[in-house]
């Protein structure tokens, strides 16, 4: 059984850090795409970055330069590092995996992701 973990989340100020993980089991965690997503109020789910069975990095264009997604292979663990918050940055932020890769935007598509973890809140205050 997949099992995608969130942890991480909280309060912070503007300008300020976080680092979110997502532990994964249940499959090989070397051989399945693993994203970020997250979901403000009222708002749709949105793409934030996603790392590709080759390694290949993507990132939606409002995080960029600011956040960096990574996973340690050894640990079944995703991450997302978040500098320089924003108010604009807060939402619940959900981990996904899929078994198949992605060309293109694909990624932030969230029907293109089978496996979801329960999410983690971020707030971030002005």
């Known amino acids: 059984q997949v099992q995608l973990v969130e942890s991480g989340g909280g309060s912070v100020q503007a300008g300020g850090s976080l680092r979110l993980s997502c532990a994964v089991s249940?499959?090989?965690?070397?051989?399945?795409?693993m994203g970020w997503f997250r979901q403000a109020p009222g708002e749709e789910r949105e793409g934030v970055a996603a790392?590709?069975?080759?390694?290949?990095?993507s990132y939606a264009d409002s995080v960029k330069g600011r956040f960096t997604i990574s996973k340690d292979n050894a640990k079944n663990t995703l991450y997302l590092q978040m500098n320089s918050l924003t108010p604009e940055d807060s939402g619940v932020y959900y981990c996904?995996?899929?078994?198949?890769?992605?060309?293109?935007?694909?990624?932030?598509?969230?029907?293109?992701?089978?496996?979801w973890g329960q999410g983690t809140q971020v707030t971030v205050s002005s």
């Open positions: 249940g499959y090989i965690f070397s051989s399945y795409c």
């Open positions: 790392i590709d069975i080759d390694g290949s990095i």
């Open positions: 996904a995996a899929e078994r198949s890769m992605f060309y293109g935007d694909t990624w932030k598509r969230t029907l293109n992701w089978h496996y």
